[in-house]
């Protein structure tokens, strides 16, 4: 299988890349790592006349801590950079967790976090973790620049909101906050290299044994990730026990409405939705690192 025939853009800067977006039209299409685009393009389900490399823009790859705002990663890091950082693993141990859960060891290096997001399939792995700490994006454009919390970013199954002929996502923006707990835990038909059949992250905010606030999120039970407020209903301002965190996942069942595909039956997908929100807020409550 052959790659159709197209211009190669690697602009030197963002504005460039912005411009050239904007000039180029709806013929043109960013370029991260590939994985997901290069593959598209190879079975013609999407024909560019021209693509536009973000390989050169070395500054949409760092991650870093500003104090006051939080952390910082930019679109073009890969999952294993997410998997390596130390600012994660300092500030945010459960999105490295989340990204060692994606994919195999290739599409790591490869893939994006830009990608991810942009791509907005409903299993994708890191949606459900960045909603569930809250985070907000940058989309920037020629003439424009915006930020959007990332909850309202997924408009449906591979929609977004990014203007895709004039935006690009320059960075992913985790805020500092209150959370004393986070995790993802996903659920896939092999143990590496499978899409998630359900995902779940929570973040919890604890005073002592109670549970002041939590944002739970699922993953690929929806059109989109989604909040399981009547979940986050059920738990607020609660002592936790497992009976709680029970009742909590039978209410986080009510907020997905899953498909029947390959993965699974939708029943079945219920059943997780039920059992991974009690793992993982559990794991989130008791095990203490955001
Ligand atoms: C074998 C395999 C296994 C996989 N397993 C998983 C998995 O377990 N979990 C999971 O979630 N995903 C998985 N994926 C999907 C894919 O690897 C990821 O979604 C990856 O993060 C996509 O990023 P990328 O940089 O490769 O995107 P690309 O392919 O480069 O781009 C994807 C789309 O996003 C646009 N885009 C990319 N970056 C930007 C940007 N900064 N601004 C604007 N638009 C942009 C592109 O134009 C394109 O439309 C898998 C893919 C493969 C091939």
Not at 57 to 73: A, F, N, Q, S, Y
Not at 113 to 127: F, R
Request: charged letters at 20%; proline letters at 6%; hydrophobic letters at 40%.
């Amino acid at each position: 299988m052959f790659l159709p025939d197209f211009d190669y853009h690697a602009p030197e800067t963002l504005a460039e890349a912005c411009d050239l977006l904007r000039d180029l039209g709806p013929s043109a299409k960013i370029l991260a790592g590939g994985t997901d685009l290069l593959i598209k393009m190879k079975h013609g389900l999407v024909t560019p006349r021209a693509v536009i490399s973000l390989k050169a823009l070395d500054e949409l790859k760092t991650i870093t801590h500003v104090p006051g705002r939080g952390v910082v990663i930019g679109a073009r890091a890969t999952h294993n950079d997410l998997v390596n950082s130390p600012v994660l693993h300092e500030h945010f141990l459960s999105v490295s967790e989340a990204a060692h859960k994606m994919a195999n060891n290739q599409i790591r290096n490869r893939g994006t976090v830009g990608g991810n997001l942009v791509n907005a399939i409903p299993s994708a792995d890191l949606p459900p973790i960045l909603i569930a700490l809250d985070a907000w994006i940058t989309l920037v454009g020629s003439n424009t620049s915006r930020t959007v919390p990332l909850h309202t970013f997924f408009t449906g199954p591979s929609c977004c909101v990014i203007d895709p002929v004039d935006e690009i996502l320059t960075e992913i923006v985790l805020p500092d906050q209150p959370t004393t707990g986070s995790t993802y835990l996903k659920f896939g038909l092999r143990r590496s290299g499978a899409l998630s059949v359900t995902g779940v992250a929570a973040a919890v905010t604890m005073d002592g044994d109670t549970i002041v606030d939590s944002r739970i999120c699922l993953g690929a039970v929806f059109p989109v990730p989604v909040r399981a407020h009547d979940a986050e209903d059920v738990l607020r301002g609660k002592t936790w026990s497992d009976e709680l965190l029970a009742e909590a996942g039978e209410a986080a069942s009510c907020c997905a409405l899953p498909i029947t595909d390959i993965r699974g039956t939708a029943e079945y997908r219920l059943d997780l939705v039920r059992v991974l929100t009690k793992r993982a807020l559990k794991r989130a409550i008791t095990e203490g690192h955001v």
